[in-house]
């Protein structure tokens, strides 16, 4: 498809060529979704659920220097989109939604072409002229040709997909886990960690091991193949690819956080179409990128203030005092959302004030801090759980150090600030089976859906300072909340109603390759010894973390593990899994858990650089790393993650597919596709937000 | 269950306790799968197809000293092994199966019981009586129980299960492609080397990605988290867990690589009962573990001579001139075996002048050394191809360097010997898909079922000396050739009738995490420097292998590759996957494709310890490894691989399960499973080596 566009206009041609001279910027690039000179968001290759709202935005860039000038910098004033059915003549996009069209945009922008350029300092200059349409749908599914013409005779070209509309639903809720940056090593690895085998059979397994569907997912973004978790996340929750930072948006050329082109969430269709009352669990900052992919929208994942103000206004608040001048979906707040991160709904300064906590209030939420307080909730009202400061502390230090928890600032009701020990504070589970409890009940009261995400984050935070025992937790955290929440909904005979899918944003470098006598390393007195005690093959040996400290590995017994079924026995045996190490940093390493969480393994020096830090693990060896030192974490990488499906409409994932199969395949099982005839986007709702149907 | 056993029996409680006091023995051990002082094979958890002929073997072991010793080192003369169906009555096992209790073997070994005890240089002696009972079978499905009691009061107990009949088959071919080491990351990386996205979008994928079934398979062995590639291929084609090293058959403590406890392959019983055409395929030595697993029998896979013979006469050929005193499955040989390792079928010395070539040729077979003669085979007769002395070239070396292919010593006809310098050598495709001609041409004739196996190798042996880009051209090739295999299959009208797995026998520690800038990287100065030139998240941009030289990686042509549909446009781009490292010995990294394939990235020290070789990549930057530096090669790691099925009963592969499932599963869907009454193990053979049907 694509290739014939590009062969068979002279404008593609010429551009190709163009390009052809700029073949070497590829660390740094001009713009993503944006391969021409001119750009067309949603980019080509975009898919839609029928009927899901969307901003188109086209722009027209003119480098002033560099090594691709075009025209001394001055884009054409001229320009127009045209779309239409594949194949039916081209209208342009003002006639064919029947709207006005906006003002143009003018700016620049600057950029390294690559590093030879970043290192001589040399920024290569943009002029761009930019248009925006917005709160658009498609409804009709089948294939869409569009058609950007500019600089005369200058073409961009893309192409859209609106999928078929579901014949039926296959399930009324949803429930998403996000184990963020659990690799498919991970998941091996934390079955040997949390499971007995005896010669060679595992003789329990995860709960994931029991998913009814089953396959993979290819992670990367738009404009890179290694994704953060706001692009990612928003190929689960909305269906789209975006590009790295972004949530729920395109990353236009402004370099602003708001403003740029939206797309609705799967969670805001469920609202609108549906009432569904939605719940958001995460064990990190609520704030962070896979809560906040949820129902917010920004190209910028830091914006924080801007996500916790859409997670209760929807995506037309304001930015930062700015108004925002477009329309978007009707969102009248969450139903639940529970997590850490308490720093960004509180007063940061005496210049900004307002305690969000209280303006959830003053709309009916209940608050909550702790995990006691938890169990004295309203299933009926909404609510606000913010059990910490920052991120929560992880299941680790939950309960195998539990001193570490004083560490974790926690709500302090004198004050009304985070600044207080924390001491009783909600794992994964708890959180999430008290949301489903709230959710069921309001879903009942009114016979509507419920749509629920419920975010591991600490896997990917550990992984990100190499705590590999840590990541390995919450991993095992994550299939118990999913045994837990599974046998919940079945008590509830929710079961045949409820699609449960688990899956990954991302993967980290990560694999167990043998064993390590943590002992004989600790003891060895040369780099070359310590890494003597690493046994791979035959001396690999067996999991010593399903037996006690003074039991062999190789006694057959099935020990209870006094953390619960699906943990291990011992979390820190003399012969632990040599683990982890494929994009980190520097570190000694000497294979044991960490008393107490690891913020890095690195120090920094005063050029800037970091380098391993021997005090982080004194008897360990160095390890060189393999990023650049100018970084102080570990990174993602490339790995394709599982999706394991459980539920109604769970063999829908079996086998391989893209990461925006995931929103779009929970949306055909939910049946969220509408036609004209049955979009609810222009009706009147009622004072309860609910949408009348016509 | 195996709890309740455990704890049910108070000789079993002796044991524990011994063992408690032994609780470091974990970098070695005494014997696999013997947890306590009595060792019963098939060991505890086994699982077989009905009507699966395995030998019986038990020891009793008695330490005479380190940390447990038992008896001054003197074990019971009087041991007995017990059977029965689970609740019955068990029954002495020479009685169960009316035949003669063997004479007791009885021997000593020695090793050591951790890393200290091998630095101090104490073994531990260990003093055995043990006993075997060969060829048996058990037809009736269910679960079993097995109690051996030895010393007195002391028992060792074992359940095993024997599974249900298939009620029909589904298939009447399977072809199984293993690619050796291709971890899920490598799938992952592979198509991004092979195949363009835009906008996040793949324009086209593998083929494995088009799979109708798709799990993933746990591939940890009986002693070891970590497998060799000998134990996880008998997993594959037997569906039995092994230890380290072994082919088909329990590694029993004599030492010895030939007389250990067998069990027969699942070619094995489709030459038995259905008379199946059998194939193997592998750019490796033939003698290596993955062939040699389809049906040969040896604890240790290094036993290449033994092997050999066994392709030909099964596996009860005397080994080294010492004849087997047991009966085995008859055998007469695979009928087409295509590979490399002509080096163990010609003459070594001149004390084994016997070419096992000739042996070949005199039992019937066609004889062929390169490619060009690969294609004038008569497919209606065996065939033997050897195109190399060892391990054929890669992909990348036949197609992108072909001057390397001078290197590898090919046949040369004028001394019978392989001396002369590869031109003409066929890749996996080449060979599978001859294979499968005459496969199928001498299937038709007498209406038999086929069964190949074919093996992508250096996938695993490029990982070995982190020769990454070598090892995803194998990957590409294995895909290339699955679908030409299947596009052959569906012309022959065979696709209804045949299964086409494909999966892997272990991973490696390998993931992508950014891209690197090899031109900013050659011209640093500095490790850290040299380090910047990795581009993580946004810069890890594009692709670069989907576009040609002079082509920027965000042009949205999709380029013809050189090399065929699925292979990279382009394989040494500036702008390189960043990749590797996660089980490895230490290197300079240079990120850039090695024109002459990697021997190894380190040389050996006079200490005998191994560092990083900076005449390797002499512009790379230092990575100092995490293995011991005793070692000169990467290992294997835990992570589970991807199985992926195609055709009939593809779907028996979904979601997770174990290593010996796909071997068991393969088994079901070709209904291979007999009861006594549909068995053919006592029947006469025809001279066409048939089964006359009782």
Known sequence: MVKSHHKKTAAAAVVAAALASTASAQTYRRAAACPDLGCIYPPDQSTFVAGQAFDIRIEVQAPANGTAPY????????????????????????????????????????????????????????????????????????????????????????????????????????????????????????????????????????????????????????DSFITDSANSATALMAGHKSTVNALNTFTDSTGKGYGNPKFETIFEMGRRINNAKIGIVSTAYLADATPAAVCTHTSQRSQYDYIVDQFLDGGAVAYNGVPQNFSWTPFDGVDVIFGGGGKDFV??????????????????????TTNSSLFELDHSKRALGLFGEDTLPTWVDRHVFPENLADFPAWNPENNTFTAPSTDVPGL?????????????????????????????????????????????????????????????????????TLVVVTADHGHGFDVYGSADTEYLQQAQTNDTKRDAIGTYRESGLSAYQVPADVSPQNN???????????????????????????????????????????????????????????????????????????????????????????????TFNGMQDSTQIGQRIAEVLSLGRDKKGDFAVCKRNNDGKCKKQ
Chains 1, 2 share one sequence.
């Open 557 to 651: 017994t099935v020990f209870e593990s006094p953390y619960g079924k699906g943990f291990p026995v011992n979390w820190d045996p003399r012969y632990t899994a040599a683990m982890g190490f494929a994009a980190d940093v520097e570190q000694y390493e000497d294979f044991k858990i960490k008393t107490a969480p690891r913020k890095t393994s690195i120090r920094e020096l005063e050029t800037g650089r970091y380098r391993a830090d021997p005090e982080d693990s004194p008897n360990g060896f160095y390890m060189s790393g393999n990023l650049p030192t100018s970084g102080a974490q570990g990174v993602h990488s490339l790995v394709d993650v599982g999706v394991y499906a459980f539920g109604a409409g769970a063999s």
């Open 429 to 497: 589970k708890e959180m999430t089976l008290k949301a489903l409890d709230i959710l069921h009940t309001r879903s009942k009261a009114d016979g509507s859906p419920f749509m629920m995400m419920s975010e591991a984050a600490s896997i990917d935070k550990a992984m990100h300072v190499t705590d590999y025992p840590r990541a390995l937790g919450e991993l095992l955290e994550l299939d118990d909340t999913v045994r837990a929440t599974i046998d919940r909904l079945e008590e509830l005979g929710l079961m045949e109603d």
């Open 71 to 222: 025209n001394n910098g001055v884009p054409s004033e001229d320009f127009a989109l045209y779309i239409g059915g594949k194949g039916a003549e081209l209208e342009e996009v003002a006639s064919f939604y029947q709207i006005e069209d906006p003002i143009v945009e003018k700016y620049n922008f600057t950029y390294f072409e690559d590093l030879f350029y970043e290192a001589n300092d040399t920024a290569t200059l943009v002029n761009v002229h930019a248009k925006s349409y917005r709160h658009l749908t498609l409804y009709n599914p089948g294939k869409y040709e569009l058609k950007l013409q500019y600089n005369g005779n200058m073409e961009t070209l893309a192409e859209w997909e609106v999928l078929p509309l579901a014949e039926k639903a296959k399930a009324k809720n949803v429930i998403l886990f996000v184990g963020d940056g659990m690799a498919p090593s991970m998941v091996t690895a934390a079955r040997l960690l949390g499971h007995k085998s005896i010669n060679g059979k595992y003789q329990s397994k995860l709960k994931l091991d029991e998913c009814t569907g089953f396959g993979m997912q290819h992670t990367h973004s738009i």
């Open 347 to 368: 007063p940061k300064d005496s210049n900004k004030n307002v305690s969000k906590i209280e303006r959830f209030q003053d709309r009916g939420y209940q608050f909550v």
